[in-house]
């Protein structure tokens, strides 16, 4: 590995799958898995396409009923490329002896390439160099090369281009007993002699999506005279190109593609849209420049330098260009959201979460319109998440737990539980709580770029509605005069109902009521900010009343919190279950971090036991900073205790699993200031969570979308210790011995600043294009004001011992 390489020397059938993950190649509109080109869909390798918005449902019975599930759809297989010598079977790894083997992918332009030197069964000795990438210039187009050397022959050989679309959704073993065949064919169609295509149409959804592609052949830089041949079906495509190949003479053989589907702009229909632009594009050396450009643009906008610590630099770099393959320039024009999961698997089935709540931050302070864009995928579904709520019996908007192509709950009504064999009820629905990461995503969206201009189109009247809701579904209990919140989960998802019950949902999950009692304190401000005219219109538009107002204030002061041996209790009733003896089952098990799934393959309750899947009260501490706290719990009655928080940490520390990768990126989030190197050691943990595949075998469903944005998050936030306060950058560096170097590129209410650490020294510059002032940065109780293409240095206070371990 270099700073910029992810590199594996040899093949290994059982880590391919994972390694497709981890080098797949993305544009923020479509993202390809990196598999082997030459290799068909099976135990080994998964070729998967898959776009944002690309959805559809289909019903399965199970059990005598139907089962209605929406997935991402894995599209036609565009990768198609295999080699034959002389007539004799098509080159796999599997019938041929590989002699020399590597798979990289370089990270700073998303390309993933193959170097393989093998053997045939004639004696054959050949080097391919295989080459592609999605590009990040023209988001409906990717490239394929193959540089092809006989060594020790000369003779005649066959390609084979393709474009498959017979596939299915069935890279996640747990959801294969349900339906996973998601297209219908259109039509195949050539343009010219170099040019294949194939349209296909989601088989519910009814979209229409086409893929063309351009195969040529060059020696040196000329075109190569070649004969094909053409077979079709009604939903596959393909030619030969039959040519002669000399002894230590390299042939280059490049596919061009293009990918449309009827949901995008500025065409008359897919196959024809596809037909026209891959024949416009350039040959692959230039197209990869042309990208290659690009991304050396969104590297001097999101590039982490940590040169003391090589390892965490190259797997920060790693989580930076797979975020972007999933968030890029090319999302903002599209309707997406954040598939949990990115865009190369289709575990938890493509949609959109709670996650953005992780992901937001990075892109916040460097790339806020794509943010920005993506809020608009909750906007446009506020209508659906209203009339969610008029259905519950509700006000206002409630977003689902699982959002896919149009806002209603895709939540399954069971899922598979792998150790037992058994199919569950799901009750993961009652996680009410993704409203209110709505809600923080967009008021932290305005707080990092000042766009009053959202939040007075779009912004606020998600954020009042999602208000309108946490009233609505609270009520006031006159013994404790608090309002409470009931028969919902949190994010620990163990806990999902009372133990010896069958009604789903819990009471005062601490966290859901804490945030709630946060943005009855903040919906007030954000009607506040918006302009006299604006103010007036909406309140009349919501039919929001003065009494609605009044309730929203006092629920900011009387929202019930549970306590109890002096922390915050994550739901009430918690402290009165079950110890979880961890020593027993650490023993017995290899992995314990799915602690729910062991228990019932016992025949256990995990509802009746103090154990966690993953941060859940803890988050309130991840999410906002001390005084933020401080004045949410002095607002509640309770007076603050500054050392709060190390005891509910420590005491959930013990009782949860972390079975969500998530809960390594908030614990690490919470310790950085007490107990640093406990915080780095699960930084780590979370930076090698899906390049080290620690769930045992998730990753190659997908990569965790979370873990990586928050792992950047977890940079710039807990170790720069970046936050902001009144319209002011304040930063507050931990770890200083690891962070010595540290370099990165921040954007702060539309000003580029560029954030550096050296000894104890911290650098701020302002650069003077896009320069919009005043800008304030501070460090303590220091603050500068910076000018355009002006900087300013702090000295940082020396840490204690502890902090410099």
């Known amino acids: 590995m270099d700073d910029f390489t992810l590199s594996y020397d040899y093949f290994d059938p059982d880590s391919e799958g994972l390694r497709e993950a981890l080098t797949s190649t993305g544009n923020g509109f479509f993202c390809t898995r990196g598999t082997a080109e030459w290799e068909d869909m099976g135990p080994v390798h998964y070729p998967g396409t898959y776009l944002h918005g690309g959805y559809n449902r289909e019903t399965t019975i199970f059990d005598g009923r139907p089962v209605l599930n929406e997935d991402l759809v894995n ?101 294969r007993d349900l339906e996973g065949r998601h297209l219908d064919p259109v039509s195949p169609r050539t343009f010219g002699p170099e040019v294949i295509a194939l349209k296909v149409q989601t088989r519910q959804s009814n979209i229409y999506v086409a893929q063309a592609a351009r195969t040529r052949v060059f020696r040196g830089d000329e075109p190569a005279e070649v004969d ?110 954040v598939p949990a999961r990115g865009l190369n698997g289709e575990a938890y089935r493509g949609h959109v979460f709670w996650d953005e709540l992780y992901v937001y931050p990075f892109l916040n302070v460097r790339l806020p319109e794509i943010t920005r864009a993506l809020l608009l995928y909750r906007y446009r579904r506020l209508a659906e998440a209203r009339a ?44 009410r709580h993704v409203n209110a990461a709505i809600f923080y995503n967009v008021w932290r969206y305005y707080q990092a770029t000042d766009d009053l201009e959202f939040l007075r189109d779009y912004g606020a009247e998600m954020m009042l509605e999602i208000m309108r ?62 302009p006299p005219s604006r103010y007036t219109a909406m309140r009349a538009r919501l039919s929001l009343t003065d009494e609605e107002l009044r309730t929203w204030e006092d629920m900011s002061r009387r929202m019930y919190i549970p306590f109890h041996d002096g922390v915050i209790t994550q739901f009430e009733g918690y402290a009165d279950l079950k110890e979880l003896d961890w020593d027993h089952y650490r023993a017995k098990y290899t992995n314990i971090q799915r602690m729910d799934r062991i228990l019932k393959a016992e025949g256990k309750d995990p509802n009746a036991y103090k154990v966690t899947k993953q941060a859940d009260a803890v988050m309130l501490f991840f999410l906002f900073g001390e005084d933020e706290l401080e004045e949410l719990f002095e607002r509640l009655g309770h007076a603050y205790d500054r050392d709060l928080a190390r005891r509910t940490i420590d005491y959930y520390d013990q009782r949860t699993s972390h079975g969500s990768t998530l809960s390594f990126v908030t614990y690490a989030g919470v310790l ?61 560096p931990q770890l200083l011995d690891r962070l010595d170097g540290v370099a990165l590129s921040m954007r702060f209410r539309g000003t580029a600043l560029r954030v550096s650490i050296q000894g104890d020294q911290l650098n701020v510059f302002a650069e003077a294009e896009g320069f919009r002032g005043p800008m304030r940065v501070g460090v303590g109780g220091e603050v500068h004001e910076l000018g355009p293409g002006s900087g300013c240095e702090f000295t940082l206070p020396p840490q204690s011992s502890s902090a410099q371990q």
């Open 75 to 175: 599209l036609p297989n565009w990768l198609v490329l295999k080699l034959r010598i002389e007539g004799e079977a098509a080159v796999r790894f599997g019938n041929v002896e590989v002699l020399d083997y590597r798979h990289t992918y370089d990270v700073r332009s998303a390309v993933v390439q193959r170097d393989l030197r093998f053997r045939d069964r004639a004696g054959r000795e050949t080097t391919l160099r295989s080459r592609r990438f999605a590009s990040m210039v023209h988001s409906h187009q990717a490239a394929l090369e193959w540089t092809l050397v006989p060594e020790n022959w000369s003779g005649r050989v066959e390609v084979i281009t393709a474009l498959d679309g017979r596939v299915t959704n069935r890279i996640v073993a747990r959801y």
């Open 228 to 337: 094909r041949t053409l077979h079709q079906l009604d939903d596959y495509i393909q030619q030969i190109l039959v040519f002669d190949v000399e002894q230590g003479s390299p042939v280059r053989v490049e596919k061009m593609i293009s990918l449309f589907t009827a949901q995008d702009n500025a065409i008359n229909e897919p196959l024809t849209a596809c037909g026209r632009h891959v024949r416009r594009y350039l040959d692959f050396p230039e197209a990869l420049a042309e990208h290659e450009a690009a991304w050396t643009e969104l590297w001097d906008s999101c590039d982490v330098q940590l040169p003391r610590e090589p390892r965490a630099q190259l797997l920060l770099r790693l989580h930076v260009a797979h975020v972007l393959q999933v968030c890029s320039r090319h999302t903002a024009r599209h309707d997406a959201g």
């Open 388 to 431: 969610a709520a008029t259905e519950a019996g509700h006000r206002g908007a409630m977003f689902p737990w699982q959002s896919g192509s149009d806002g209603t709950e895709e939540t399954q009504s069971v899922h598979l539980n792998p150790l037992s064999g058994q199919w569950d009820p799901d009750y993961s629905h009652h996680q």
């Open 469 to 530: 809701f946490w009233a609505s579904i609270a009520h006031y209990n006159p013994e404790r005069e608090r309002y409470e919140i009931h028969g919902v989960m949190g994010p620990d998802e163990f806990h999902e109902r009372y133990p010896g019950t069958e009604k789903a949902g819990l009471r005062n999950n601490a966290y859901t009521n804490a945030m709630v009692a946060w943005i009855a304190a903040t919906a007030p401000r954000v009607l506040d900010l918006l």
């Open 672 to 732: 950085a200031a007490l107990d640093p190197q406990s915080s780095w050691e699960r930084f780590m943990v979370a930076l090698e969570s899906d390049v080290s595949d620690i769930q045992g075998g998730t990753t190659k469903e997908g990569i965790h979308m979370g873990v990586m944005s928050g792992t950047l998050d977890l940079l710039q936030r807990s170790f720069v210790g970046s936050s902001i306060a009144d319209g002011v950058l304040y930063l507050e």
